[in-house]
């Protein structure tokens, strides 16, 4: 029996889609500050740790520089943003770390509602430790509110050391030298996901353009 490689077999027969990580950049942009906006209150108030109003989320998603950050999606079947992860990187003082580096960073992620309780959110934070590997950042940082569930799944998950105080949560974890498992690693995943990006991008501009056509509405 064929099985589709981008989809994983579960328990019980099910399979779910391989969730697809790619890098984002400058084109991405009024796609990700669609996906800010549409974060309900609550949720805004978990990514963000205090509640930002429309203005403040274009501000941030605006402010987001690509040449200094790595942010990181994940794009469902009909090429919409379902899922963003922020890798923003600053000087190992900033966090007074014991790193001998130069830099450190600090991961902060977003899931639309529709798709979570796919593991996108974990598959995001792997993504961007292995970049921290590969970019000789030896410490990833994530800060959030204690009662945000799915962080602190992910900080958990992951083997961070977490500290709370106040109401809010700091978790970090060391990681290890790259090697060239990890370079091959990062490679082939953002290679697959390009390819990925590429064909739902073809797919729904073709959607897209069907749906002009004479009659076509007519037809549906």
């Not at 989320?57 to 950050?69: E, L, M, N």
């Not at 794009?75 to 963003?84: E, H, S």
Request: charged share 30%.
């Amino acid at each position: 029996m064929f099985r589709n490689p981008l989809r994983r077999w579960l328990k019980g027969g099910q399979y779910r889609p391989t969730v697809m990580v790619k890098e984002l950049a400058e084109r991405d942009r009024r796609r990700m500050l669609k996906h800010f906006l549409a974060l309900e209150r609550g949720d805004r108030l978990l990514r963000f740790g205090s509640y930002l109003g429309d203005e403040q989320v274009a501000k941030y998603a605006q402010g987001i520089d690509f040449s200094r950050d790595m942010v990181f999606g994940v794009y469902n079947r009909v090429f919409k943003l379902v899922a963003v992860g922020h890798l923003a990187f600053a000087p190992k003082e900033t966090k007074k770390s014991a790193t001998e580096k130069e830099r450190v960073a600090e991961f902060g992620v977003s899931v639309s509602k529709s798709a979570r309780g796919l593991g996108i959110g974990s598959k995001l934070f792997e993504r961007a430790a292995i970049h921290c590997r590969n970019n000789d950042v030896d410490t990833l940082y994530m800060h959030c509110l204690s009662s945000n569930q799915t962080m602190m799944h992910i900080a958990k998950k992951a083997g961070m050391q977490i500290h709370r105080d106040y109401g809010e949560a700091d978790a970090y974890l060391k990681l290890e030298a790259a090697n060239p498992a990890s370079m091959l690693q990062e490679a082939v995943e953002e290679q697959v996901a390009t390819l990925d990006y590429a064909l739902k991008a073809n797919t729904r501009a073709a959607a897209k353009w069907l749906d002009k056509l004479p009659g076509r509405k007519n037809k549906l």
